[in-house]
């Protein structure tokens, strides 16, 4: 069995691009900076390339966000502390199996190889998520902000091979608790991503309708050949595509793990 990996980023209509992915052979990262904070896209980068290059992290947990965090805390710290106000997602490839984490909002999906792809959407209230930072002594300070812990949401999808599509919402979830997941290979799967929410920002542009993400998970995952910078080549074809009918005004981070098992 051979384990792959790419990453993929996309500016929106942003000045700065606040997205920012990375991958290596054993972990991917997605970071989602917040547009109207100042250098958040700054540490989207450090949160990223901290969790995926930084040799002080040699058994890094992808459900944990806080030794991330505690590593690049004191240089964010000097950018301001509203800088620090970006998500973390990560996945971590093992010998058994890959493990998710969502830390604030975002999107992971898996696909089996019969073709069923699942899907988990995490949103927050106020478009307000709980970043990482949150984790470090700041629960408060967001439960203030908020008014509830009480204002996570996380959408559950199946989309089936013969092209339906079964969808349920969580709501109410307490707004500390990331996505957890533990993706084992015994269950066939073929591909494990992680997507900032600018996965799910493309408008139509004369209906002003959103494409619904399961539509656009389908397309994205509609991956051919797993060589080389697999996850790049699909992204910017299924772009290209969409161009003429829709525009995508978020900025996008994209990473995948592609497995295969032959």
């Given at each position: 069995m051979d384990v792959h990996s790419d990453s993929?980023?996309?500016?929106?209509?942003?000045?700065?691009?606040?997205?920012?992915?990375?991958?290596?052979?054993?972990?991917?990262?997605?970071?989602?900076?917040?547009?109207?904070?100042?250098?958040?896209?700054?540490?989207?980068?450090?949160?990223?390339?901290?969790?995926?290059?930084?040799?002080?992290?040699?058994d890094l947990d992808?459900?944990?966000p806080t030794q991330v965090v505690e590593h690049i805390v004191l240089p964010a710290r000097?950018?301001?502390?509203?800088?620090?106000?970006?998500?973390?997602?990560?996945?971590?490839?093992g010998g058994e199996d890959i493990k998710v984490g969502i830390h604030g909002d975002g999107i992971a999906y898996w696909v089996y190889a019969d073709g069923t792809v699942e899907y988990r959407s995490v949103e927050y209230a106020?478009?307000?998520?709980?970043?990482?930072?949150?984790?470090?002594?700041?629960?408060?300070?967001?439960?203030?902000?908020?008014g509830t812990v009480d204002c996570r949401s996380t959408?559950?999808?199946?989309?089936?091979?013969?092209?339906?599509?079964?969808e349920t919402k969580l709501v109410l979830q307490l707004c500390d608790e990331s996505f957890r997941e533990r993706i084992p290979f015994e269950d066939n799967i073929t591909?494990?991503?992680?997507?900032?929410d600018g996965l799910n920002s493309f408008v139509h542009k004369v209906t002003g309708n959103v494409m619904p993400l399961a539509q656009v998970i389908r397309a994205v995952t509609a991956i051919k050949s797993i060589?080389?910078?697999?996850?790049?080549r699909r992204m910017r074809a299924q772009l290209k595509a969409w161009s003429a009918d829709w525009y995508h005004y978020d900025d996008l981070g994209i990473a995948c793990f592609a497995i295969d098992h032959e």
């Open positions: 993929f980023t996309a500016c929106g209509d942003h000045e700065t691009c606040e997205d920012y992915a990375l991958h290596s052979a054993s972990r991917i990262a997605v970071s989602d900076g917040c547009s109207g904070s100042q250098y958040s896209d700054v540490v989207a980068r450090l949160l990223a390339h901290t969790a995926v290059r930084s040799p002080l992290l040699p992808p459900w944990s000097v950018l301001g502390l509203e800088a620090l106000d970006a998500t973390l997602l990560l996945a971590t490839y106020n478009s307000r998520p709980f970043y990482p930072y949150y984790h470090i002594g700041q629960w408060n300070k967001y439960v203030d902000l908020q959408i559950m999808g199946k989309l089936r091979p013969d092209g339906g599509v079964d591909f494990v991503g992680i997507a900032s060589k080389g910078c697999f996850l790049q």
